[in-house]
């Protein structure tokens, strides 16, 4: 989209000052809560030995992009609505959709990541631990954050309509590879139960081992779970924006729009509800969050 076009966009959006203020509060509230609820999950997965190296270096990259949501794309999306009125948006525009497209697009990615490597870990068994790791899972994850951050330069300087084609590949991508997994992992624990009712004589003294790791397997799975809906949710707004901003040229689904910026909105949302999962789902996240807390306190009184 051209400047002049995106210009008069930006001018119709003048007249919805109430929303925008609204919106820009939220935004404000959310920031905050990101940024604190982030860093508590960071220094809680610090403190938890439990979780697989790999996983664990996953869990607290998505983490990280939550906590860079809060303290970086969000207090520029509340800059960006403040200046929409005054006219000198591009350059902060510009930095904030290289800002959007990176650390988005780093978390669908690594969310989705997240799945594969729990399928690997019930498939590979005892050789997931030598085929799944640190390196390559970090070697991974830079390839990643490097396309993403590509993916969001091309955007704001080159040419939006391929990076939103890219973004549209991502999106389907992760969301196949997802359920894929998501539904391999079901019926793969399905068949070992079966498998486990079947052998209840001689092998009953082994089974409360295994039965202790496949527990502590499915708490990290419905984590994720629940994580990738809440970016099914989150993300669904701002995946109907792109589609009607491409078919149709009212002013509701353009960039700047009340549509658009709410959906931007409910997109931010995403990096303050995870914590919220981390902590719900997982007892050894929620107990180290607890002691932090507590610590905390008694530093501060």
């Known amino acids: 989209m051209e400047i002049s076009q995106l210009q008069v966009n930006f001018h119709w959006v003048i007249d919805q000052t109430p929303s925008f203020v609204l919106i820009f509060s939220l935004n404000i509230f959310l920031a ?61 525009y510009m930095t904030l959709s290289i800002f959007n497209y990176t650390f988005c697009g780093f978390s669908l990615t690594i969310a989705t990541v997240i799945c594969v490597d729990r399928l690997l870990a019930l498939l590979l068994g005892l050789r997931y631990r030598h085929t799944v790791t ?15 951050f590509v993916n969001g330069f091309i955007y704001s300087l080159c040419s939006r309509d391929f ?12 969301l196949f590879l997802s359920v894929f997994s998501h539904a391999k992992i079901f019926l793969k624990l399905r068949q070992h139960q079966a498998q486990v009712r079947q052998h209840v004589g001689h092998e009953q003294g082994n089974s409360g081992g295994i039965a202790l790791d496949i527990e502590r397997y ?22 109907i924006f792109l589609i009607l901003s491409t078919v149709t040229i009212a002013d509701w689904y353009k960039v700047g729009s009340i549509f658009h910026v709410s959906a931007l909105t409910v997109v931010y949302f995403n990096s303050s509800l995870n914590p ?22 008694c530093f501060s009184s």
């Open 32 to 92: 905050f809560t990101a940024t604190l609820g982030n860093t508590l999950i960071l220094i809680a997965l610090h403190k938890v030995s439990s979780i697989h190296p790999p996983t664990k270096f996953l869990l607290r990259c998505l983490a990280m992009t939550d906590f860079c949501v809060g303290v970086i794309v969000q207090p520029l999306f509340a800059a960006f609505l403040m200046e929409i009125a005054s006219g000198k948006w591009q350059i902060l």
């Open 134 to 148: 640190l390196r390559r899972v970090r070697c991974l994850v830079v390839c990643f954050l490097l396309a993403a």
């Open 163 to 174: 990076a939103d084609s890219v973004g549209f590949v991502v999106i389907i991508t992760s």
């Open 218 to 239: 499915k708490k990290i799975v419905s984590t994720i779970a629940w994580v990738q809906l809440a970016f099914v949710f989150c993300y669904f707004p701002l995946f």
């Open 276 to 297: 919220i999962l981390y902590c719900w789902k997982i007892r050894e996240v929620r107990e180290a969050v607890k002691t932090t807390v507590k610590q905390i306190r």
